[in-house]
């Protein structure tokens, strides 16, 4: 019954794209302002955007639904399982916007996320039945500058390093002081938090003392095609595992991201240098991402490209070093929805196509082709974990992914996706026993409002 009644709910207070062209649905939904566009549309379908409980204040309220159903054959190449076999994950989010004045300003956002039909039980990025999953105090002036203290999502960049982390059912927050500054041309981010480590209950979570994050993150906003990203981030873990072990680390991660649009050419390039101490080691780690398109002319909005990363990993596991990258906070789906590889001690290559054939609906495939850089080093997940491999294998090449997705976007709220995925792994993953591909199915159906 709580299923049907959220749909519907969701349904009613969605409605369609407006001719007034209201504010967008950000990724982060505490980034959506509707002051400006409340003062000449009280009485338009996005009444309960532009809310007045108290003179000269602006009450926002919305949300989400989201209901997938997902098959996964064979999890983590694992034996194969019973293909009937599927899991149901809804999510609902509510939230409040109160702008007391253009200076103060509350929110809060109420999230459950619940599953059922999981073979092994749900873990922390399946369920979490009910908690508040941001609440903060904002005060700002003048555009030029923003503090934020509070439990809030963070996303920083593309989300190769910190990221809300969309694709799981459970969504990362942090307990954070954030100032955001606007100085000239560039627009810099400050910020020192910790995570939160989720339950399955109501209310039963808990602030991540063994974690914490801080660090300066700034973007050149030039009008210019291209836009540039420079940044600090510092990260501490006392419970750090990696494939020589376990221990304390401290790490700081110095960074550079290109990026931007030009004619028919769309870029996303970044490099990350770590160092730091891991127990009585040294950590010496970096990264290079670079994601190219180009804009073809086969259908309206279609491109191709390619997308080439690579990360450091340990050379040595008795040396006083620990070369492995860590990328902290990552996107789940770091490389496809079925989110069983990691970006740590790895390089790989993986084109991609993507055309609209009509303007509702888009469809992208891709292949991924995965390799571990040091054979000294083992194969990671996308929360840092250990995959099973042959650790006395000198083979690097680890799988070969392939996927293919289609978005049909019904309204400006409300978007039905349909992925499918195979991740078949070579033979440093099937020497340690019966080993097989894993293929994936997931149906999703989303609505804002």
């Not at 934020?148 to 960049?157: K, M």
């Not at 000294?376 to 090449?397: A, E, H």
Request: glycine share 8%; net charge neutral.
């Amino acid at each position: 019954m709580r299923v049907i009644l959220g749909f519907i709910l969701c349904f009613l207070t969605a409605g369609s794209v407006s001719a007034d062209s209201p504010p967008a649905y950000e990724r982060l939904r505490q980034n959506e302002n509707w002051s400006a566009w409340c003062q000449d549309n009280l009485n338009s379908e996005y009444s309960y955007k532009c809310l007045r409980p108290i003179k000269d204040s602006l009450l926002s309220v919305g949300g989400e639904g989201r209901w997938r159903y997902a098959i996964m054959n064979g999890a983590n190449w694992q034996d194969k399982t019973d293909a009937s076999d599927g899991a149901f994950f809804q999510r609902y989010v509510l939230f409040a916007d109160l702008r007391l004045s253009p200076s103060f300003r509350l929110y809060t956002q109420l999230y459950s996320a619940l599953s059922s039909g999981l073979e092994q039980g749900p873990s922390p990025l399946d369920e979490n039945e009910l908690s508040f999953q941001q609440a903060f105090f904002q005060f700002s002036g003048d555009e030029s500058w923003q503090l934020t203290v509070g439990r809030q999502e963070l996303a920083l960049g593309s989300g190769r390093l910190v990221d809300a982390r969309e694709g799981a059912n459970v969504r990362r927050r942090y307990d954070s002081l954030r100032l955001v500054l606007q100085v000239k041309s560039w627009q810099i981010n400050t910020f020192v938090g910790r995570p939160w480590q989720t339950s399955q209950g109501s209310f039963d979570d808990r602030l991540d003392h063994n974690q914490a994050l801080w660090g300066i993150y700034a973007v050149s906003n030039e009008d210019s095609w291209h836009k540039f990203d420079m940044y600090y981030l510092g990260y501490r873990n006392n419970e750090a595992r990696y494939f020589q072990g376990a221990g304390e680390e401290l790490r700081h991660t110095l960074g550079s991201r290109l990026w931007g649009t030009s004619g028919d050419l769309t870029l996303n390039w970044e490099a990350m240098l770590q160092f730091g101490r891991f127990n009585n080691q040294d950590i010496r780690a970096w990264s290079l991402a670079a994601d190219t398109s180009i804009a073809l002319e086969l259908y309206p909005f279609s491109s191709a490209g390619v997308s080439a990363n690579i990360a450091s990993g340990d050379k040595n596991q008795d040396d006083n070093k620990l070369g492995t990258f860590n990328p902290m906070f990552p996107r789940g789906n770091y490389f496809s929805e079925l989110a069983i590889l990691g970006p740590r001690n790895f390089y790989n290559i993986q084109p991609y196509l993507s055309f609209q054939p009509y303007s509702a609906v888009k469809v992208t495939a891709a292949v991924n082709f995965y390799w571990r850089l040091s054979t000294k080093d083992g194969v990671y997940g996308p929360g840092g974990n250990l995959l099973n491999t042959d650790s006395s294998s000198d083979r690097r090449y680890v799988a070969t992914e392939y996927s293919l997705s289609t978005t049909l976007s019904l309204t400006k709220s409300t978007a039905l996706t349909l992925v499918y995925g195979r991740s078949v792994p070579a033979a440093l993953v099937q020497q340690t026993g019966s080993r097989g591909a894993t293929d994936y199915v997931e149906f999703t159906a989303k609505v804002l409002f």
